[in-house]
């Protein structure tokens, strides 16, 4: 058996033309067609996912850039984050929500998630800015909640909330596209909504992100500070500080091709989660992370709106594993230092110094991680939550241990176009196998 990767990037053959475009026009430079057109195949997608038919005036624009970082880099800056202002941002997900905060001299405060959908507790958003106001005097400038694995934040009580308070939502929605809460695909809600097209996500251009925002004014200023703020003068001329963050022709010729395929991809995604669902069903001590519904949520709490659906891309299928599981093996999980990037991640260069760190994943799930990666198949451990980086050690958070408890038992399984049933299948075998 091949190798199984978590998520591979998959072509639809359509690409090369668009690429091969590009050159025959020369547009080999971070603008040009391709861009334009995949610009608008974006603003198609996300537009005719209201509920409420929106008129071209009030249509969403996308813009898009060299990066989902970039993305959320440049919507903090469009808020008017700048150094000594804080921003409540999700714990729970990947460094690329809370960095941009610190590139800008801002603070990141990080929000717990529920135990029900994995992301942004609205109660503890609420309490947060209750608590930042009081001690400082100051409303957070901006709110980042994150689509983990695809699956939707309550976006129905965060926009309630922020807009209450009058701050921004910026919805990081970089592993969510295509995911749904209430019929609308997320990136749409907030002030500002991020994508991502690197490598392993939903759809790729090799690397490349872009920014969801209101209106055509928005969406000029997001290209102003995106390709080096220049003003319309015959020679350079800089009254602010910009950022070459524009994408370039031959990714978005990728792009355009991605886009002939990305229903069936989300398609596959859910088809693949299902299949998991369905032959995990009945193998004690792992549950497989699927779409909450209204009875998940216990009375107490302030539920979703009694026709409220969440609808993941599960462009990452999650399972968490029982405590009380054993593994076999278990007991060696953790006995030595991780020399090589775990799974071929790419750009890990810094050697691990030690085995184990103060905040890590059960040994049962170590051994799981183990034990797949022997059959060949790339299974990775929950998001560390940035609350629990040393490197934010000094960050403020808001926390009820929902992420640090999944954290401890999670582990991603392989997802996307090119898992097959067949591979599902033997994955779950290997479970099951590795079940002592
Ligand atoms: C991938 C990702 C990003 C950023 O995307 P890049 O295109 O890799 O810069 C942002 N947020 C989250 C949660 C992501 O998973």
Request: proline content about 6%; charged content about 20%.
């Given at each position: 058996m091949d190798r199984i990767y978590l998520c591979l990037a998959h072509m639809s053959g359509k690409e090369q033309d668009f690429i091969k475009e590009a050159f025959d026009t020369n547009?080999?430079?971070?603008?040009?067609p391709n861009v334009n057109a995949f610009e608008k195949d974006l603003e198609h997608f996300v537009n005719s996912s209201y509920n409420v038919q929106r008129t071209t005036s009030n249509e969403k624009r996308v813009v898009c850039l060299s990066a989902g970082t970039a993305a959320v880099h440049l919507a903090l800056l469009a808020c008017g984050v700048g150094p000594g202002d804080e921003v409540l941002v999700q714990s729970f997900t990947f460094c690329a929500s809370s960095h941009p905060i610190t590139y800008l001299g801002a603070t990141p405060v990080f929000i717990d998630s529920e135990?029900?959908?994995?992301?942004?507790d609205p109660d503890l958003l609420e309490e947060a800015i209750k608590d930042r106001i009081a001690k400082t005097g100051k409303t957070p400038k901006a709110i980042i909640p994150v689509a983990l694995y695809g699956m939707p934040y309550r976006i129905d009580r965060i926009m309630e909330i922020a807009d209450r308070y009058g701050i921004p939502v910026i919805e990081d929605a970089a592993e969510g596209l295509g995911s749904r809460f209430n019929g609308q695909v997320l990136g749409t809600f907030g002030k500002y909504g991020v994508l991502s097209f690197n490598g392993?996500?939903?759809?790729?251009?090799?690397g490349g992100g872009a920014l969801i925002c209101d209106d055509e004014k928005d969406k000029n200023e997001i290209l102003f500070y995106a390709t080096q703020a220049r003003e319309s003068y015959p020679y350079y001329q800089h009254e602010h500080i910009g950022y070459n963050y524009r994408m370039s022709n031959i990714c978005a010729g990728i792009g355009r091709g991605q886009m002939t395929v990305i229903d069936d991809h989300i398609a596959h995604h859910k088809h693949v989660q299902d299949l998991y669902c369905e032959l995990l069903k009945?193998?004690?001590g792992i549950t497989m992370h699927t779409n909450p519904t209204l009875a998940d949520y216990p009375d107490n709490v302030q539920r979703p709106t009694s026709n409220a659906t969440f609808d993941s891309n599960f462009w990452l299928c999650t399972c968490t594993l029982d405590p009380d599981l054993k593994v076999k093996g278990q007991e060696n999980a953790y006995k030595e230092v991780v020399t090589g990037a775990v799974g071929g991640a790419a750009g890990v260069t810094h050697a691990a110094?030690?085995?184990?760190?103060?905040?890590?994943?059960n040994a049962n799930v170590e051994a799981m991680r183990v034990a797949l990666d022997a059959a060949n198949i790339e299974a990775r451990p929950l998001w560390k939550p940035m609350h629990k980086q040393p490197v934010y050690r000094d960050a403020p958070a808001y926390v009820n241990g929902v992420s640090e408890s999944l954290f401890a038992v999670g582990l991603c399984l392989p997802a996307g176009p090119y898992v097959t049933d067949d591979h599902v299948r033997y994955i779950v075998d290997a479970i099951k196998a590795a079940i002592a």
């Open positions: 547009w080999v430079v971070p603008m040009g135990r029900e959908s994995w992301n942004m392993n996500k939903m759809i790729t251009t090799s009945d193998v004690k110094s030690t085995a184990v760190t103060d905040c890590q994943p």
